[in-house]
């Protein structure tokens, strides 16, 4: 049985850190893609950012891109999501979200190239 399971969310002050984790286990994803989405109440699921393989390879949202760093352990099958400079706007629920395929760029961005989902681990971030 595969498993995501994200940790590290909480509440945060504007211009504050936190630092995702989302642990996989059942599945080695070394050679895939992991990423992560984040839903605010009322609105659609949205992407924020995606590592393939080795972390070579990243892609951010623009809304993530200069404050947030996705990053991965394949020993550990293991993805971070490191959020800087936090804005009342990042409020929301953050789901990781995996898949064995190696995704093409015009695939990375969309919900459904992935597999697995975590749980989803809730950051609020006040003003």
């Known amino acids: 049985q595969v498993q995501l399971v994200g940790s590290g969310g909480g509440a945060v002050q504007a211009g504050g850190s936190l630092r995702l984790s989302c642990a996989a286990s059942?599945?080695?994803?070394?050679?895939?893609?992991m990423a992560w989405f984040r839903q605010a109440p009322e609105k659609a699921r949205e992407f924020v950012a995606a590592?393939?393989?080795?972390?070579?390879?990243?892609v951010y949202a623009d809304s993530a891109k200069g404050r947030f760093t996705i990053s991965r352990d394949n020993a550990k099958n293991t993805v971070f999501l490191q959020m800087n400079s936090l804005k009342p706007e990042d409020t929301a629920v953050y789901y990781c979200?995996?898949?064995?395929?190696?995704?093409?760029?015009?695939?990375?961005?969309?919900?459904?190239?992935?597999?697995?989902w975590g749980q989803g681990t809730r950051v609020a971030v006040s003003s």
């Open positions: 979200a995996a898949t064995t395929r190696s995704l093409i760029l015009s695939s990375t961005r969309s919900p459904g190239s992935y597999d697995y």
């Open positions: 059942g599945r080695t994803f070394s050679s895939g893609s």
């Open positions: 590592v393939r393989g080795n972390g070579a390879l990243t």
